[in-house]
């Protein structure tokens, strides 16, 4: 993961300079996705695996945002973003107050680590705002936890018959010391394929076990991986 970062941080700026980056567009709660302003009991550190999520977008016939399906991006984990958690079921921040679009320096703080504009603005909007008042803030938080996640090897476990959530859990567990199978749930599609990992973190910004809300595929639920 962290080669990864460090590539990806060593390529954004040069892209970004090359041409200017895509402008994002306002992102504000709405009668479906409300303003929630309630307690925050911990974190969710969601990971984007980008083979399979480039390769539904391809399916669907585009949409591809910024650098999330080019280049080095598209063979990894990218970070999707930190969300706060709540007390229970659909209680957990969101949309605590209105933001302003970001300015190209504020993107320039996130996109090597979420290569999508639009993804930040969404990203600070829903959660950050919820979190602190200044965008830089909330992706440099974000970015140091993401930077200090390793990812297993993953083509191995894209070639492995029979894999499930579990097994997928216990290698990121094996990659990072003091990590447990429990601290983390799988986001799977409808055909079974991994499309993010959820980290869950506690308040301390260290992963914790995750608490019994926080959704995703059952140990014993059979996983399917795109190859990097």
Same mark, same amino acid.
């Given at each position: 993961?962290?080669?990864?970062?460090? =590539?990806?941080?060593?390529?954004?700026?040069?892209?970004?300079?090359?041409?200017?980056?895509?402008?994002?567009?306002?992102?504000?709660?709405?009668?479906?996705?409300?303003?929630?302003r309630?307690?925050?009991?911990?974190?969710?550190?969601?990971?984007?695996?980008?083979?399979?999520?480039?390769?539904?977008?391809?399916?669907?016939?585009?949409?591809? #945002?910024d650098?999330?399906?080019?280049?080095?991006?598209?063979?990894?984990?990218?970070?999707?973003?930190?969300?706060? #958690?709540?007390?229970?079921?659909?209680?957990w921040p969101?949309?605590?107050?209105?933001?302003? =679009?970001?300015?190209?320096?504020?993107?320039?703080?996130?996109?090597?680590?979420?290569?999508?504009?639009?993804?930040?603005?969404?990203?600070?909007?829903?959660?950050?705002?919820?979190?602190?008042?200044?965008?830089?803030?909330?992706f440099?938080?974000?970015?140091? =936890?993401?930077?200090?996640?390793?990812?297993?090897?993953?083509?191995?476990?894209?070639?492995?018959?029979?894999?499930t959530?579990?097994?997928?859990?216990?290698?990121?567990?094996?990659?990072?010391?003091?990590?447990?199978?429990?601290?983390?749930?799988?986001?799977?599609?409808k055909?079974?394929w991994?499309?993010?990992?959820?980290?869950?973190?506690?308040? #301390?910004?260290?992963?914790?076990?995750?608490?019994?809300?926080?959704?995703?595929? #059952?140990?014993?639920?059979?996983?399917?991986?795109?190859?990097?």
């Open positions: 993961m962290r080669f990864l970062l460090t =590539i990806l941080a060593l390529l954004a700026p040069s892209m970004a300079a090359a041409q200017p980056l895509p402008r994002p567009h306002a992102e504000l709660a709405s009668a479906d996705q409300p303003a929630r309630v307690p925050t009991t911990g974190y969710t550190l969601s990971l984007i695996w980008t083979p399979e999520h480039c390769f539904a977008q391809n399916r669907r016939g585009g949409g591809q #945002d650098m999330e399906c080019s280049g080095v991006s598209a063979h990894g984990f990218i970070l999707h973003g930190l969300w706060p #958690d709540g007390d229970g079921p659909n209680r969101q949309y605590c107050h209105p933001v302003a =679009i970001l300015t190209d320096d504020q993107l320039r703080a996130g996109i090597a680590a979420t290569p999508s504009t639009q993804l930040l603005q969404h990203e600070w909007a829903k959660h950050g705002s919820c979190m602190t008042n200044d965008p830089v803030a909330y440099r938080t974000e970015d140091g =936890i993401y930077n200090g996640i390793h990812a297993p090897d993953m083509a191995s476990l894209a070639h492995r018959r029979g894999l959530a579990g097994q997928v859990q216990s290698a990121f567990a094996a990659a990072n010391p003091g990590m447990r199978a429990d601290m983390m749930r799988l986001n799977l599609n055909r079974g991994l499309e993010e990992v959820w980290i869950c973190i506690g308040l #301390d910004k260290r992963p914790r076990t995750c608490p019994a809300e926080s959704g995703g595929a #059952d140990m014993s639920e059979s996983v399917k991986v795109a190859a990097p």
